[in-house]
């Protein structure tokens, strides 16, 4: 027998939420590897079908979950894959970087500093998203935001899309976009003759 219901808590990083039923009722259990086809993952408020079934431990859970075409649905996202444009951008941006200081606009240390961080700033996502999975302690989200400031967040943007962590949370990308506009204009200073100067004496003199 199958049932409706809307989708009222949905926590992407985990997978997993719940449905309300269209009649009331206590909340369905539901993860994402529930759903048919998997083409699409919910991001909340969807309304969708389910049968019911019980776990290992005899708690009610959802199953063969399908979306209700035209009743918010708009608002999932595909599933098959990571959007391309996250990698295109993080990469275009690099190659910039690249193209600056061959041709002697941007101090070798501050390339090095971007792909240092961007590494560090992937590194960071994964344990963070394995640690939420695991119930582990989770990395702070403003340590994330430094990684992102001092010259990470290109690595980060491409963190967020390919392991889809923290990329539907508005507050924290509010946050990551302030970071990553703050350090474009810090490298727009950079780029101008008289800050790349201040920066190769402040090198010298360390």
């Not at 809307?6 to 590897?33: A, M, S």
């Not at 075409?69 to 599933?79: K, S, V, Y």
């Not at 690249?98 to 994964?126: D, E, R, T």
């Not at 990395?139 to 923290?166: C, F, M, N, V, Y």
Request: aromatic share 10%; net charge positive.
């Amino acid at each position: 027998m199958r049932h409706q219901g809307r989708i009222t808590q949905w926590k992407d990083e985990q997978g997993y939420g719940f449905i309300t039923p269209n009649g009331g009722g206590e909340g369905v259990f539901l993860h994402i590897k529930a759903f048919r086809g998997r083409r699409e993952r919910p991001v909340g408020d969807e309304i969708v079908t389910y049968e019911l079934a019980r776990d290992p431990k005899g708690r009610l859970q959802a199953a063969a979950v399908e979306f209700v075409r035209g009743t918010g649905r708009r608002n999932a996202r595909p599933a098959d894959g990571p959007s391309s444009w996250p990698t295109l951008a993080s990469g275009l941006f690099i190659a910039f970087l690249i193209a600056a200081a061959l041709a002697g606009k941007l101090p070798l240390p501050v390339l090095g500093l971007y792909a240092g961080a961007s590494g560090v700033a992937f590194i960071a996502y994964w344990m963070d998203k394995s640690a939420a999975r695991a119930g582990r302690w989770r990395t702070p989200e403003s340590t994330l935001h430094l990684l992102s400031l001092i010259g990470g967040w290109p690595g980060a943007l491409l963190a967020q899309r390919r392991l889809r962590h923290k990329s539907a949370k508005l507050s924290f990308q509010i946050a990551f976009w302030a970071t990553a506009l703050l350090n474009c204009g810090a490298l727009g200073l950079l780029l101008n003759p008289t800050g790349v100067r201040a920066l190769r004496s402040a090198l010298a003199i360390a």
